[in-house]
C-alpha cells in the first residue's frame, strides 16, 4: 500500500491550500483515510478522517476551516484548507485505516502512512 501527499508549499496567512493524496494497492472497498500533522518541536496531531462512507470527524481546534473529501475514483483523498494561519505550518501526513469506519483521529487507529508534504504559512 501506498499513499502520497501533494499540494503543499509556502503560502501567505489568511490564503487557502488543497492536499491531495493517492493511495494505491488497496483492495477494491473505500476504507477509513485521514489527515495528521506535525509542527516542528510538537507531536504529531490529528487533524480529519473520513470513513467509507463518506462520513467526518474534524480536531476541535480547525474550527471549521478545513474539508476533507474523496474521490474513490481516483483513488484520492483531500484536505482543503482555508483561512490558512501561521500556527497551521506543518508536515502533513495522508493515513489509512484498514476499516470502512474511522476508529477516531489517533495515529494508533492508522494502518498505512505517506510521507508527509511540507505546508508553511507565513504573516
Known amino acids: 500500500v501506498q499513499l502520497v501527499e501533494s499540494g503543499g508549499g509556502s503560502v501567505l496567512a489568511g490564503t487557502s491550500l488543497t492536499l491531495s493524496c493517492v493511495s494505491s494497492?488497496?483492495?477494491?472497498?473505500?476504507?477509513?483515510m485521514a489527515w495528521f500533522r506535525q509542527a516542528p518541536g510538537k507531536e504529531r496531531e490529528g487533524v480529519a478522517t473520513i470513513d467509507g462512507e463518506g462520513a467526518t470527524d474534524y480536531a476541535h481546534f480547525l474550527e471549521g476551516r478545513f474539508t476533507i473529501s474523496r474521490d474513490d475514483a481516483k483513488s484520492t483523498v483531500y484536505l482543503q484548507m482555508n483561512s490558512l494561519k501561521p500556527e497551521d505550518t506543518a508536515v502533513y501526513y495522508c493515513?489509512?485505516?484498514?476499516?470502512?469506519?474511522?476508529?477516531?483521529?489517533?495515529?494508533?487507529?492508522?494502518?498505512?502512512w505517506g510521507k508527509g508534504t511540507l505546508v508553511t504559512i507565513s504573516s
Open positions: 494497492g488497496y483492495p477494491h472497498a473505500p476504507f477509513c
Open positions: 493515513a489509512a485505516e484498514f476499516a470502512i469506519h474511522c476508529s477516531g483521529i489517533s495515529d494508533r487507529n492508522m494502518d498505512y
